[in-house]
Structure formats: structure tokens, C-alpha cells
């Protein structure tokens, strides 16, 4: 398969070009030159099929001949070690619950999925490739955990220092080995800036520098695998789907749609967001403005600019008509969130955070419109990850599951940094 930039001014490359570069020298995200549907019979037949199969029919096309069948199937067998249950929460409405990862967030799924690939890459060459990340809290702790001990890949992840929740940088800072933490003296942006600056910076070259976040395409294509399993768990109620995600960075949802153009029969989507309303507002005005994030109870998806949309419009071929038929995007305030997550539980006790809550308010929204459908909401994360938002609201303790408990005793480790001068000594 090969892949072009969506900025139409970089050569054509492979799966594995595109995995080891990220994003392609114009800037652009690399998008794959064709998708071919699966055949009718794989629909009919996916309760037969295992996981492991189902994800390698969805993936196969995209890698194409640069990772042999058999290698290709271990990578998603030890992408795939935890279960996706759809849970159900209320008449016709279900739960994807994405958090029973070693890190209890999806992004364990694409992390482990492109470490594997790079290792794969790595195998015989001494070349080193460093995963340069910035992180707001989950992406961090999830490419630690999927890169540890991966050869030829060194793995570098910026955190603002006392921004993250002291469970996420546990997770980002104890590992060790070849997982380095930066904390930085400063909020997210100024992390998130470094690490574009350090892309661009033709003196780092020798580094050869990769990003771990979805815009590469070996983090994104394989978040289509756990849409598959929604519609492998539900297919049996007959129903036209609607899928609700809660979107930031805008990575599942168009990981769901071009789940939609390998056959997958989901009806509707939803992007659901919080107060980072740039699509909603978009859809609603007619034009893209962009602007700086605002701070969230649902931080994972505070994203003034979410990368991905340029995919996603892509997928449409840019027709707006068509896009609206299929696509519809809501966002809701803390407060409405707040109130989500203690409604649910009063009136089901399912435990939702509020990632998965402004999910569910989307979907709950879009089915008033749709009537006679099934609904699922991605849940992205699990509660403790949000205890100090999801405790307080529903007057409870959560349990401390066990992958959390692992890192709680273990010593932190990270090197503090405040310029991007210091940056450049560390990786130099
Ligand atoms: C990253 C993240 C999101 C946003 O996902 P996108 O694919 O970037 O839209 C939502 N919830 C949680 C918990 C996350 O970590």
C-alpha cells in the first residue's frame, strides 16, 4: 500500500515509511491511496471469526507486503491482550469499554500496535528511531507501557509538570529502560511546541524522530479493530448503529469511518467534544475556525485544532453534503458532563468518566433524532483515571485495579526541563 500526504506535495511512501516518519516532509498526514471494501461474506460471517482474525481482515490491505502474514498476526495478538465488552447501560444504549489495557486507555491499543511494527522495522538494522511525545496525561502513559523494551526505539515523553494526575505520571515516569520522562516547567502547549519545533529542527535529523500520536497511521488505523468488535458483540440485535465518540484529537471516530468503508455497517456517528467545539461549530457555521483549547474536566480531548478532520474530510472527498448524511457532532459544557456522570449512575450505576459521559450525552442526543437504532459510546478511559472528577460527584471510592496498583509503589523518575534549549541538550 502506499500513502500520500494530505498536503500533496511529498513523494509517495510505503506502510513502513510512513510508520518510521510520522507525518511526511510537507507537514501533511499521510493518507492511504486506496481502500477496498471486504467482502459481503466476512459481515455475514464475523460471529464465527475470532478477534485476532477480524483485526488482521481489517488491517491487511494498509500493511500490505512490508510485514510478512505470520509477523503481522503475532503484532495484533500482543496488541490485542485485553477484552472490549460492550456494556450494556440502558435500553438500546452500550458502553465500548476501551480501558481494560495495561494502561486502562484506548490509546493501548495503537501504542502497542506501532511499537510492535517499529520493532518489526528495527529488526536486523542498529539504526535507532526516538519517539519524541508530548502528552496531556493518557497518550504518555500508554506509549510507555506499549514501547517498553522495544529494540532500536527510544522513547522521549514531555509532561508539564503538576498538570498530569499523579496516577499518570506514575505511569509515564517509572518504567525506566528505554522510556525517558521530561518534565517540563510549563503547561501542555509549551510541551506540545518543543516537540514540533524538535521535527522541524534540521539539526536533530541524526535522532530520526517519530510521533506516537495519531497522526501516525500506524496509531490510527488500528483503533478501527475495537469498532469491528462493537459490531461483532451487537450485530444480533438488528438494529441500524449509531456510534458516539468522544473525540479531541478526532483519531477514533475516523478510525470508525474508515471502518465504515471496509463495509462496516454503522449508520451514524457522533463527535461528541467539550467545550473545544471547533467541528460542532463548524458544522453548524459553514466555516473551520480553529482556536487554543480551553481546560476541561475531560482533558484527553482538550484540542483547539483536532488533526485528524483533514482525514476525515478526506474520506468524504470533501463533500460536505454527503458528510453531514453520516456525521453529526455536539458539545457539552462541564457542567452538563457533571451531571451525565451522576444520572447515569442514579439511574443505572454504571460508573461513567467524563470522556465517556460527554460520549454518551452525543449519542443520547443523536437517538431522539433516530428512533428504533442502538447506540454505543466509546469509553475511553476507566473512572480511576478521573477519580478526582468521578469520586467526589457520585460520593464513592473506587476500587484500585491492579495495573494501577502496580505502578503506585514504584520511584519516579524524570529529568525537569524548561527551554527548548534543554531539550535539544538531552537528546544530544
Ligand atoms: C485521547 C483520548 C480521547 C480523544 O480521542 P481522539 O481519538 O483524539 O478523538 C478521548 N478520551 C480519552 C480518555 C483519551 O485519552
Request: hydrophobic share 40%.
Amino acid at each position: 500500500m502506499q500513502y500520500f500526504s494530505l498536503n500533496k506535495n511529498a513523494p509517495r511512501v510505503g506502510f513502513e515509511e510512513a510508520v518510521i516518519q510520522g507525518l511526511a516532509p510537507d507537514r501533511g498526514l499521510y493518507f492511504p491511496e486506496s481502500i477496498t471494501p471486504l467482502p459481503h461474506s466476512f459481515f455475514k460471517n464475523i460471529e464465527n471469526l475470532s478477534r485476532e482474525e477480524i483485526a488482521f481482515e481489517a488491517i491487511k490491505q494498509f500493511v500490505g507486503d512490508e510485514i510478512p502474514e505470520n509477523e503481522l498476526k503475532q503484532i495484533i495478538a500482543e496488541t490485542l491482550c485485553f477484552d472490549f465488552p460492550c456494556v450494556p447501560v440502558e435500553e438500546d444504549i452500550y458502553s465500548l469499554e476501551l480501558f481494560h489495557g495495561p494502561t486502562m486507555a484506548f490509546k493501548d491499543v495503537g501504542a502497542r500496535f506501532m511499537s510492535r511494527c517499529l520493532g518489526y522495522f528495527n529488526r536486523h538494522s542498529d539504526k535507532k528511531v526516538t519517539v519524541l511525545v508530548a502528552t496531556s496525561g493518557d497518550t504518555g502513559g500508554a506509549v510507555a507501557s506499549g514501547f517498553l523494551g522495544v529494540k532500536g526505539v527510544e522513547v522521549i515523553i514531555l509532561y508539564p509538570s503538576g498538570k498530569v494526575s499523579e496516577i499518570q505520571e506514575r505511569q509515564l515516569t517509572t518504567l525506566g529502560k528505554n522510556i525517558k520522562a521530561l518534565e517540563v516547567d510549563g503547561v501542555f502547549d509549551d510541551c506540545q511546541d518543543m516537540v514540533k519545533k524538535a521535527f522541524l529542527d534540521d539539526s536533530l535529523k541524526h535522532k530520526n524522530l517519530t510521533s506516537a500520536n495519531s497522526i501516525n497511521i500506524a496509531r490510527w488505523l488500528p483503533q478501527m479493530f475495537y469498532i469491528f468488535f462493537a459490531y461483532q458483540q451487537l450485530k444480533k440485535h438488528n438494529k441500524p448503529l449509531i456510534l458516539s465518540c468522544p473525540s479531541g484529537n478526532f483519531g477514533n471516530i475516523c478510525a470508525g469511518i474508515m471502518a465504515k468503508r471496509l463495509g462496516l455497517p454503522i449508520a451514524h456517528f457522533v463527535a461528541s467534544t467539550n467545550a473545544n467545539d471547533t467541528v460542532p461549530r463548524f458544522l453548524a457555521a459553514g466555516n473551520y475556525e480553529p482556536k487554543p483549547s480551553v481546560a476541561t474536566i475531560s482533558n484527553a480531548m482538550d484540542v483547539g485544532n483536532p488533526s485528524n478532520f483533514i482525514r476525515i474530510q478526506q474520506l468524504y472527498r470533501f463533500n460536505l453534503e454527503e458528510f453531514e448524511k453520516d456525521f453529526t457532532s455536539h458539545s457539552f459544557s462541564d457542567t452538563e458532563t457533571e451531571k451525565a456522570i451522576q444520572d447515569i449512575h442514579h439511574r443505572t450505576q454504571y460508573i461513567a468518566e467524563p470522556h465517556g459521559a460527554v460520549g454518551y450525552l452525543g449519542l443520547k442526543k443523536e437517538m431522539a433524532k433516530q428512533s428504533d437504532s442502538l447506540g454505543v459510546f466509546l469509553e475511553t478511559a476507566h473512572p480511576i483515571k478521573f477519580l478526582d472528577v468521578v469520586e467526589p460527584l457520585l460520593d464513592l471510592k473506587l476500587p484500585i485495579p491492579k495495573q494501577i496498583e502496580s505502578v503506585l509503589d514504584k520511584e519516579k523518575i524524570s529529568v525537569k526541563i524548561k527551554t527548548y534549549e534543554d531539550l535539544k541538550t538531552f537528546l544530544s
